[in-house]
């Protein structure tokens, strides 16, 4: 369901000084308890002094969450203004559980199938979103490499099915690849495939530029659709973050040509203790949905409260 009402931004009214504060130390992480992933974990860890993976942490990145060795759960309350749509509110919950009594390497997937809820589903890493209920057995997990399998049921209770492959090794000091490969099958839709390649370029301690790109295709659809996007990330502190971000997408029928293009920037900070969140995202971008429409630009600006609650199953 969903509420149209602006009184929500009040919420995430943030003082201008927190913007302009420079960052400050970060304490020493604390040991981690072992678990039953190899050594892939420790690898991810350590990696570049962990700002890319602090990064998509502290942002919430879909695809942490469901390689994370513990369960996650995020409440997210949204509200967001379009100048061409006005103003909407959603309610959104996505998380994963742990079923060690049944398998240490099986999870419960599930995440609200609203994907219009926000103008920043053209940023990636969105895209990597769980189906409405899965689950997810982990086949196989060695230092640079990962495989899934899923059985998920839609919202539209027909059932799907993926395998995926993902790959990731740094290719410099500062620079780490990541590639991964879906082929997925839906009852309603048939076949398709998903194929991601992502960088992250450690600039230093506190900045990361992330390029993500994405390609997916499905038997019912003409064409594949294409998108990429290049963030610039700053962790501003502890507990606060500040990015920026351009973004593309396109289609390949009727001929190449891209739905969409813009800009944005994202500021995240943490309000209360470790589990609360505040988010302003405001970003513009030009639109059309198929080949023939005319161009249309408009500003919008996302607002969200998140609520995140984990737990390690040991």
Known sequence: MKIYAPGLTLLFLLPPALWAEEPQPLPE????????????HEYVVGKADNIAVWMDNFFGVNRVDEEAPYSTLRLRVEQEWDEMEGWETGLKLRGKVHLPKLNKRL??????????????????????????????????????????FKVGLRSSLHPKTSARYRYEHPLSDSIIGRFSQEALYRTDDGFGSRTRLEFDKILDENKVLQWYNRVEWEEEESGVSMNTGLAFNRRLGEHRALGYFIAISGKTDPEAFSTAYGFGMRYRQNIYKEWLFAEVQPNYFWRRAEFEDSREGAAAILFRLEAVFTRDWD
């Open 29 to 40: 992480p604390a040991p981690q308890d072992n678990v039953w992933l190899d050594s892939s």
């Open 107 to 148: 999870s419960l997937l599930f995440a609200d199938d609203d994907e219009k809820t926000g103008q920043d589903d053209l940023l990636l890493e969105r895209q990597n979103s769980p189906d409405d209920v899965a689950l997810q057995y982990t086949a196989r997990e060695k230092k640079h490499y990962r495989v899934d």
